[in-house]
T-cell receptor, first 114, second 116 residues
Framework: DAKTTQPTSMDCAEGRAANLPCNHS???????VYWYRQIHSQGPQYIIH???NNETNEMASLIITEDRKSSTLILPHATLRDTAVYYC???????????????FGTGTRLQVTL | EAQVTQNPRYLITVTGKKLTVTCSQN?????MSWYRQDPGLGLRQIYY???????DKGDVPEGYKVSRKEKRNFPLILESPSPNQTSLYFC???????????????FGPGTRLTVL
C-alpha cells in the first residue's frame, strides 16, 4: 500500500470548514483513498473513500487531485464532536487475505474549538 | 442498531490467567478482524477471518488464538497472557466480498486490557 503523509495537528473553529490534507505521491492506479477517524480511544470510524473523482457523503467531502498524488478531506461545518485523529489510508481495492488489514499512520489530530 | 460489540470493555488480569474477549456483529458481515493499538505503533492486525471456519494470522498473532464458529462471533483468546499484551484491542467487521472496492470496516468500542 502507498505511504501517506499528513500534518501532525490542525485547529479549526467550530462552524468553519476543516480541510485536512493528505499526500500520497506513490499511489498506484488501483489504489483507493480512504479516510477514517478515531475519537479519543474509541473504535476508528469510516468517513469516506474515493478513487479519482471527488466524493461527498453525509459526513464529509473528499477532493482528490487530478494526478491523484494528494487529497483533502473536508468537514464542511466542524463541531466540537469532530475533534479526533483523522487517518488517510491508501490501499488496493482487493479485499483478500492480508490485503484486508487497515494500516493507520500517525494521522492528523484535529482540534475543534469554540 | 447496526454495531460491533466487545466484552469486556475493561479488564485487569494477571500473567498466565486465560481470558477471552468476545466480539459480536449484527450486520451479517463475512469479514471480521482483531487489532491491537499501542502508543507509537499504531493499529496492528492480530488475526482475521474471511468467513465462518476460515481464520488467518495477521501481523502480530503470537500469544493469541481466535475461532469463527458462527458468522456473528469472533472471540479473541489469550491462553497465557503476559504483560506485553497490555493494550487496547479492537474488533472490526466488514461486508467484504472478493475484489469489491467498497469495504469499509466497522469497529467495536475497544477493550482495554492490562496484564499485571
Amino acid at each position: 500500500d502507498a505511504k501517506t503523509t499528513q500534518p501532525t495537528s490542525m485547529d479549526c473553529a467550530e462552524g468553519r470548514a476543516a480541510n485536512l490534507p493528505c499526500n500520497h505521491s506513490t499511489i498506484s492506479g488501483n489504489e483507493y483513498v480512504y479516510w477514517y477517524r478515531q475519537i479519543h480511544s474509541q473504535g476508528p470510524q469510516y468517513i469516506i473513500h474515493g478513487l479519482k473523482n471527488n466524493e461527498t457523503n453525509e459526513m464529509a467531502s473528499l477532493i482528490i487531485t487530478e494526478d491523484r498524488k494528494s487529497s483533502t478531506l473536508i468537514l464542511p461545518h466542524a463541531t466540537l464532536r469532530d475533534t479526533a485523529v483523522y487517518y488517510c489510508i491508501v490501499r488496493v481495492a482487493q479485499f483478500t487475505g492480508t490485503a484486508s488489514k487497515l494500516t493507520f499512520g500517525t494521522g492528523t489530530r484535529l482540534q475543534v474549538t469554540l | 442498531e447496526a454495531q460491533v460489540t466487545q466484552n469486556p470493555r475493561y479488564l485487569i488480569t494477571v500473567t498466565g490467567k486465560k481470558l477471552t474477549v468476545t466480539c459480536s456483529q449484527n450486520m451479517n458481515h463475512e469479514y471480521m478482524s482483531w487489532y491491537r493499538q499501542d502508543p507509537g505503533l499504531g493499529l496492528r492486525q492480530i488475526y482475521y477471518s474471511m468467513n465462518v471456519e476460515v481464520t488467518d494470522k495477521g501481523d502480530v498473532p503470537e500469544g493469541y488464538k481466535v475461532s469463527r464458529k458462527e458468522k456473528r462471533n469472533f472471540p479473541l483468546i489469550l491462553e497465557s497472557p503476559s504483560p506485553n499484551q497490555t493494550s487496547l484491542y479492537f474488533c472490526a467487521s466488514s461486508p467484504a466480498s472478493g475484489t469489491r472496492a467498497y469495504n469499509e470496516q466497522f469497529f467495536g468500542p475497544g477493550t482495554r486490557l492490562t496484564v499485571l
